[in-house]
């Protein structure tokens, strides 16, 4: 530690504007660093992402990043010390002379201080891949390792897209479903999907789930017909993808459900139902009427309760928001003769519905829109009719 902060603290007699640039690569990417000196003192440095490089020299993408970075940059120093020898450096230092106004030189230290300061950059580009090489590979780890994990599991060839369904309600009252979609272990979110269920009326899961299944998944094939009928190639929305794996938010009865609503459809897709234990954790799968257990510290089991948790989230923000809708509206709307316009006329003035309950018939009366006989309606409302 005590070495590399020496080398950092560089000073210059020559007392210079300089930039030193180096760059590390792998296969596929390279970090371009850059040292800025001013007045010979090493005030910054910044790293740059290359991507795409597989098929060029370092020389290439040395030269490519010279181009780029100065094209842009408001400052150019006096000197470029380079790591690599470059193509065309006259034309080059011509060309960033133009740009600062005075002579520039591009050079590739050999020796001395110079030398290890180019070094110092190239190791700090090793440092800087080094490190985004070990996020990618956490990140693929938690969604494409993950996705491989389940497969593995339920010994599927693929798993890219994901749809896991869930169904909110307190006690019947408003059944809504949710639909999110994960492609290769990632959430999606322009294809999530919110169904307000038409044909339950009271608390039945199993039937909601049945009601937005089928939707889902007629959708899907009538959108897919449309698209063929005109010849077209590209999706003509979400639902005409369809999922190589259905999540379903429990056990034996919800996959039974799906496999009954794509038994009636004609799909053949893989339904997996996520198990929960009498905590409402979740402790296993259930796959072609057995429970498969499952490593709940493995990346696959961790990705199964994120989609399960997006699920249930999704579906409660669409009930929480449809029943706050609701219930501005079964106050104000039970009262005979209000509807929207006299009901947003009433917001506007009172300000809150406690405000409204508070008022007699002859303060209701003064707001414009609200004559003396339906005043009297919302007073008689509020004062004769329990309201919770």
């Excluded at 992402?49 to 030269?63: E, F, N, R, V, Y």
């Excluded at 303060?363 to 004769?384: G, K, N, Q, T, W």
């Amino acid at each position: 530690v005590k070495q590399v902060a020496q080398k950092q603290k560089i000073t210059d007699s020559e007392g210079e504007d300089k930039d030193v640039i180096a760059l590390a690569r792998d296969e596929d990417d390279a970090v371009v660093q850059v040292f800025f000196v001013r007045d010979g003192k090493l005030i910054g440095r910044e790293h740059f992402i290359m991507t795409g490089a597989s098929d060029c020299s370092k020389a290439q993408i040395l030269l490519d990043f010279v181009k780029q970075f100065y094209a842009g940059t408001p400052f150019v120093p006096r000197e470029l010390m380079l790591q690599e020898e470059i193509e065309d450096i006259p034309v080059l230092e011509q060309w960033l002379t133009a740009r600062r106004g005075s002579r520039v030189y591009i050079r590739v230290p050999r020796k001395g201080a110079k030398e290890k300061l180019v070094e110092l950059a190239a190791t700090n580009a090793s440092l800087v891949l080094s490190k985004d090489r070990e996020r990618i590979k956490r990140e693929e780890g938690r969604t494409i390792g993950a996705v491989k994990e389940i497969c593995a599991l339920l010994s599927l060839p693929a798993a890219n897209r994901m749809e896991a369904f869930d169904i909110s309600n307190i006690s019947g009252f408003e059944n809504v479903g949710s639909m999110v979609v994960y492609e290769k272990g990632k959430p999606k979110r322009s294809d999530y999907r919110k169904f307000k269920i038409k044909t339950v009326a009271g608390p039945d899961d199993y039937a909601c789930m049945k009601e937005v299944l089928t939707r889902r998944f007629t959708h899907g094939m009538e959108e897919a017909k449309e698209l063929s009928e005109k010849k077209m190639d590209q999706e003509f929305g979400s639902f005409t993808k369809f999922p190589d794996l259905l999540l379903m938010d429990g056990g034996k009865g919800q996959v039974n459900i799906a496999l009954e609503v794509l038994e009636e459809l004609h799909l053949s897709i893989p339904v997996c139902g996520m198990v929960k234990d009498d905590n409402h954790r979740t402790r296993g799968l259930y796959y072609q009427n057995e429970e498969i257990e499952i490593d709940t510290r493995s990346e696959g089991f961790k990705l199964i309760t994120r989609i399960q948790d997006e699920a249930h989230r999704f579906a409660i923000e669409y009930h929480r928001s449809l029943r706050s809708k609701d219930q501005v509206r079964s106050v104000l709307d039970g009262i005979p003769g209000v509807g929207p316009a006299r009901r947003k006329a009433l917001m506007r003035h009172f300000k809150s519905i406690e405000e409204i309950k508070k008022a007699d018939a002859e303060e209701l009366a003064r707001v414009p829109e609200i004559p003396a006989h339906i005043a009297e309606e919302i007073y008689s409302f509020f004062h004769h009719n329990v309201v919770e």
